[in-house]
């Protein structure tokens, strides 16, 4: 992948390609596409480097480069990485003074960051292919990871979502949420809470509202089109109440694949959309040509091949310059997906996951559960909700996201905010986020639009009842 893409590195780069520019950075070098947003401030000792979208959504007006300008403005690392805390957006941001030089995303990292330490040379950059091809490298794939590659449940049905911190190519390491990356000793480490005030359950509303909504409202300012999917279930409606205020604005939409769940999905989103008063909109999207699925596949050492493709497809080809789409994947950080009796055992997240025992799955899962205790028991976090941020929205969430780069639309997550979600999780009890009430979540909608819950969420489908009649 080139689009919307970056390399940093220790090693000047003779070959880049078409449409990258290159910017000396001290002894390193940002190599970047035109597309990426990107915005450099320095005061005094401080120097900072921001790449791709960054929402201040107390603030949403805030260009980048008044934020780049705000940031540089703290001159030790704890002072700055706590300011960062409040920012929403999908974004790597580098920041160096003249003891501390780290690199770390946005929240739950839907702008990657891999990183090698090849010798002396160092490399950061977010899609692995784009990097081989520069270095003229072909991928390091493991045994392990290709046994899984060759299964057809995991290439076909699980859309290869790798659980360990690497990626296909074994040399090559992602920085997960809850890190940052120090250059000068070349290590993760933890990344604290900064925000950890006791809220009253009056003012973690007020400030959810305000960061929801303040995260939707930079997105109208800073993008020509906005685009904002709209499903039967529980995130994206949040979203859709989070974005009221901004309705006339945002095409809501959905692609109708004319599969089971997107026909219940379009059922509810048109109630809604009677009951609210919105516009909404099917988009039927044509099947993946053979010119894109070619020109798609070349972008990535494993390319995926899935029926949403399609989607990026139509925005590739349909979405005008300066658009975004906002998504509310991710929202299973509030509801607590997981229970922490499906962390019992390997063998029980496995099966909760529908993967198969294969040896690298396993080791993966048994070295983030041990790798993640210690911060799990410093912040009282539960392990779902841990589970969800360090590994299931920065591997399954970000590959999507990264995909989504070849059309030319940016993406929005408004829970990638570190301050929002920690603060719910960190002031709610487990009981009021949960299923099957939700009745946080529930609340959060009818604070922000009144009736919004009165249509119901998800109901099942035909196969969900053939499923209970069989796993009975």
Known sequence: MKRNQYIFSSEKLEVLPEGFSSHEYGQFFLYRDENLKSFFAKNGDVEIILLGLIINP??????????????????????FLKELE?????????????????????????????????SDKTYLFSCEKLLLDILNLEPVISDKKMTMLNDNVFSKIKQQFLLGEDEWDDRFKKLIPNYYLDLNTKKTKSLPIYHLENLSHEQLIEQ?????RGTIHGAIIHFDKVYQALTAGYDSRLILTASFPFKEKIQYFLFDRSTTNISNDIKIAKKLSKRLGFDFQTIKPKFVSESFKK????????????????NIQYFKNNAPFNSVNITGDGGEM?????SAETFSSIDKLLQSLLYKPFDYNVESLEQWISKSKNYREQYGLEIGDQFFIEVSMPKWGAKWTLEQDFSGVEELNPFSNRRLIYSILLNIELEERSGPNFKFVRELMETMTPNSTSIVFNPPTWKDRVKKIIYR
């Open 208 to 212: 959810s509202v305000n960061m929801l």
């Open 86 to 118: 409040s920012f929403s957006g999908r974004y790597v941001v580098i920041y160096k003074n003249n003891f501390d030089f780290i690199a770390l995303t946005d929240f739950i990292a839907q702008r990657n960051i891999f990183y090698w330490f090849n």
């Open 58 to 79: 107390f603030q949403p007006e805030q260009t980048g480069q008044e934020i780049a300008n705000l940031l540089v403005s703290f001159d030790t690392k704890q002072s």
């Open 295 to 310: 020109e798609f596949d070349q972008e990535f050492v494993i390319a995926r091949d899935l029926p949403k493709h399609q």
């Open 334 to 338: 509030i509801r607590s997906f997981r």
